[in-house]
Nanobody, 118 residues
Framework: QVQLVESGGGLVQAGGSLRLSCVAS????????MGWFRQAPGKEREFVAG????????RYADSVKGRFAISRDNAKNTVYLQMNSLKPEDTAIYYC???????????WGQGTQVTVSS
């Protein structure tokens, strides 16, 4: 079993920045992929960014490329999502997930709300 706890969400004006954190505990595996996903009201959950624990390889959704950056601290079992130049359409609940795929996770955190005002 893996436990994931997100933090760092909040309310920010358009153009602002936020940094989300996700701490993993339990049966984490070095071969796993950590990812950030988001779900806006009335929409399906979508992939935002992912990173491999082992070598730090990253992948991003087209909608956030150049604005968001995912990183990891293996010693702290923590993954971060630095979000810059935020837009109102980035408003969503952001979830941390982990699994063997970038686009599908086996375990999820409880989510953290990000609201971007115009």
């Amino acid at each position: 079993q893996v436990q994931l706890v997100e933090s760092g969400g909040g309310l920010v004006q358009a153009g602002g920045s936020l940094r989300l954190s996700c701490v993993a505990s339990g049966r984490t595996f070095s071969s796993a992929i950590m990812g950030w996903f988001r779900q806006a009201p009335g929409k399906e959950r979508e992939f935002v960014a992912g990173i491999t624990w082992r070598n730090g390889y990253t992948r991003y959704a087209d909608s956030v490329k150049g604005r968001f950056a995912i990183s990891r601290d293996n010693a702290k079992n923590t993954v971060y999502l630095q979000m810059n130049s935020l837009k109102p359409e980035d408003t969503a609940i952001y979830y941390c997930g982990t699994g063997s795929s970038f686009y599908k996770s086996d375990y999820w955190g409880q989510g953290t709300q990000v609201t971007v005002s115009s």
